[in-house]
């Protein structure tokens, strides 16, 4: 762990070395971010609510997704770039090292421009909450942590598998983007909204349900068995076939050379 | 002009040779489509008030942008005259007897050209098939889809004359990320890729009509569903043609300005 800790604070380092640069960027990521804010808002003149679900409800679960995918892309950005590893050859460098392949990886890299993001989805997240009106209670709170942290664990297991792909072939690497950038799309709307065929896929296959339906509904005093909860937790399951995937797809890795 | 027309020959041909990326494009193209057909579904189901566009025609819009996406769309930068702007290489694209702006022009038009005719012809017919509500309907009429094709074509020349702008700026910064993606996310939005003219607040609109950024693909699309009348058409296709007469000044001129002042990197 703390040559992990130590590995971010290089990379910090290194992007604070281009400071105009860091700059700019920042405030394109802050942009792009308020884009995303904008559709939901723009939308939101035109309709009174999604399937029952008001603004603030659906800005409540865009911004535990966007922060869980931000948190990924901050903290697991060379999981996110695994094909840049693979592409050079660098990886066969961190096979030689006594330590663990998955931390190596996500000691390779970091994307610290993504931080607006994250600051940005928490100031939503403050937003949303206090136009709702929510009946506090201690179990509440510990849904919404588990939201949260569910969001990050299930982008974590997305990410580590659309690396494992890499593992395969690097062509065609846009088809990541589906699971990746269009998954964490689709879940800024509560899954629940969806047609049925989407919502059985999005809970068996990749279980966005349970971090932004399901303790959502409780959250929100639709659903008062406590199962909802702690649903959350079952994200944590989607890690076994993931980390799985990926050692599998190591064992068939033979070096592109360089 | 012969020289120019093999500049965008050769950049047609070699992106040509891009296929399994094509594929990805499409897979990936068809399932964002897809999201965002069920998102509007949801809405248009929960009852609205006011709706600018019916549930059919902003389905068609939506399939019509993604199938095309490549041709219009904000975020494709041009690699290959970045990394020739970062690595010296346009010392020899200057030696060259022509003029620099319109080779980059007709590169740019050549593989976004290129990339199009690789996609769009599965995304259509798949997405026409598509059961109802999902698919992407027919031109209102005859004459929407003539002049859909002709504000599709001044659209095309339009996004290519502010794409040339980027590599432009990058002679000027040596980075093409920083100012050209806050460009490139501004243009992007208001250009309506992400949610339709119509559904933007009235006063975005009403700025948004004073620049180019719509006049890009939204004018098209609108035309084929039939969202906009053909005389309002007739009066956009107007104003596309003046902003791409503007861009291609502004951009000779911008270009002739730094030329006297680059600074080639390496050799």
């Known amino acids: 762990m703390k040559i992990y800790f130590e590995s971010l604070a290089m990379h910090l380092k290194g992007e604070l070395e281009y400071r105009v640069d860091f700059i700019l960027s920042f405030l394109s990521q802050i942009l792009v971010f308020f884009t995303y804010y904008f559709i939901i808002l723009a939308l939101f003149t035109k309709f009174n ?59 390779s890299d970091s994307d610290f421009v993504k931080v607006s993001r994250l600051i940005q989805s928490i100031i939503v997240l403050i937003i949303a909450i206090c136009h709702l009106n929510i009946s506090w209670n201690l179990l509440k709170i510990i849904t919404l942590l588990l939201m949260l942290f569910s969001s990050c664990i299930i982008f974590f297991g997305i990410f580590l598998m659309a690396a494992s792909y890499c593992f395969f072939t690097v062509q065609g690497l846009e088809v990541r983007n589906v699971f990746t950038d269009g998954g964490k799309h689709m879940a800024q709307y509560p899954i629940g909204v969806f047609s049925k065929g989407f919502v059985y896929f999005f809970t068996f ?19 008062s068995s406590i199962l909802y909860a702690f649903s959350p937790l079952l994200v944590f399951l989607y890690l076994i076939p993931s980390i799985v995937t990926f050692y599998l797809g190591m064992k068939r890795y033979s070096s592109v050379g360089s | 002009m012969k020289a120019y027309i093999t500049y965008f020959k050769l950049k047609f041909i070699s992106s040509l040779q891009y296929r399994s990326a094509a594929w990805a494009g499409i897979a990936t193209q068809f399932f964002f489509g897809f999201v965002y057909v069920m998102v509007y579904v949801a809405f248009y189901e929960s009852g609205g008030k006011n709706l600018p566009m019916e549930l059919s025609q902003i389905i068609t ?50 593989q976004r050209l290129a990339n199009v005719t690789l996609r769009f012809f599965p995304l259509i017919i798949i997405t026409t098939i598509l059961p109802y509500p999902f698919h992407l309907g027919g031109p209102a009429s005859l004459l929407h889809f003539l002049s859909f094709l002709l504000s599709l074509i001044l659209g095309t020349l339009l996004v290519v004359a502010l794409s040339v702008f980027y590599p432009i700026i990058t002679l000027i910064t040596m980075n093409e990320k920083g100012i050209v993606n806050l460009l490139m996310t501004i243009a992007s939005v208001l250009s309506g890729v992400s949610i339709p003219i119509p559904f933007f607040p009235k006063f975005l609109q009403i700025i948004s009509s004073f620049l180019p950024f719509q006049y890009i693909s939204d004018l098209p699309f609108r035309l084929y569903v039939g969202n906009i009348s053909l005389t309002d058409g007739v009066f956009g296709m107007c104003i596309q043609f003046i902003w791409i007469v503007i861009f291609i000044i502004l951009g000779n001129i911008i270009m002739r300005i730094n030329i006297k002042k680059i600074v080639v990197q390496g050799g």
Not at chain 1, 55 to 81: H, M, P, T, W
Not at chain 1, 205 to 217: D, E, G, K, Q, R
């Open chain 1, 49 to 107: 609510h999604i399937k029952g679900f008001t603004l603030y409800e659906v800005l409540l679960c865009f911004s535990i997704v966007q922060f869980g995918f931000a948190f990924n892309e901050v903290f697991a950005r060379g999981i996110d770039k695994f094909d840049e590893l693979i592409i050079r050859g660098d990886f066969d460098r961190l096979l030689l090292r006594p330590k663990n392949i998955i931390l190596q990886v996500l000691c």
């Open chain 2, 61 to 110: 819009y939506l399939w019509l942008n993604q199938s095309l996406l490549a041709l219009v769309n904000q975020f494709s930068k041009d690699q290959e005259l970045f990394k020739i702007i970062r690595d010296g290489g346009v010392s020899y694209e200057l030696a060259r007897p022509k003029n620099l702006y319109f080779m980059w022009y007709f590169k740019i038009l050549g």
């Open chain 1, 205 to 223: 296959i990749i279980p966005y349900a349970f971090v932004n339906y399901y303790p959502l509904l409780f959250f929100l005093g639709r659903k």
